[in-house]
């Protein structure tokens, strides 16, 4: 539980002293940039950004940024207030699925450097389970 609250806690930390990620910015960029190039990049099929989202999201329009900046800000609330959410039993399923879906959208859109980060992550909440 300690780990899982440390590397949580920590990339909520660096996510809330970055203004680019707080605002939305960051994600703006990334996807807006990855919509712009996917074809040329190596491994282009082990990309999953869905099509809807690049289509609605993959401008660095104000609305979009606005989008994003959502989408930051629930990103941060869910890395504060994940590891103690497992504590409490009643909420203990709730925030195991949670974790898991919220990782499995990393590796969609980073597959190549956080699919063995996720698959860690998301087997240390079937311990959580067990």
Same mark, same amino acid.
């Given at each position: ?10 990339? $909520?930390?660096? /996510?809330?002293?970055?203004?680019? %990620?707080? !605002? ?13 190039? /996917? ?34 800000? !629930?990103?941060?609330? $869910? ?5 103690? $959410? ?19 959208? %990393? !590796?969609?859109? /980073? ?20």
């Amino acid at each position: 539980m300690l780990i899982t609250t440390d590397v949580y806690w920590n990339s $909520a930390w660096h /996510k809330l002293r970055s203004q680019q %990620f707080r !605002t939305g910015l960051y994600l703006a960029q990334w996807v807006h940039t990855y919509t712009q190039v /996917k074809d040329q990049l190596p491994y282009r099929a082990q990309h999953a950004v869905p099509g809807v989202v690049r289509c609605r999201m993959g401008n660095l329009a104000d609305r979009d940024v606005r989008l994003w900046r959502l989408v930051a800000a !629930t990103v941060i609330t $869910a890395e504060i207030d994940l590891p103690p $959410a497992l504590l409490v039993p009643q909420t203990m399923p709730y925030t195991i699925t949670a974790g898991i879906t919220m990782h499995i959208a %990393f !590796t969609a859109l /980073k597959p190549r450097q956080l699919v063995t980060f996720s698959s860690l992550t998301v087997g240390t909440y079937t311990a959580f389970a067990a």
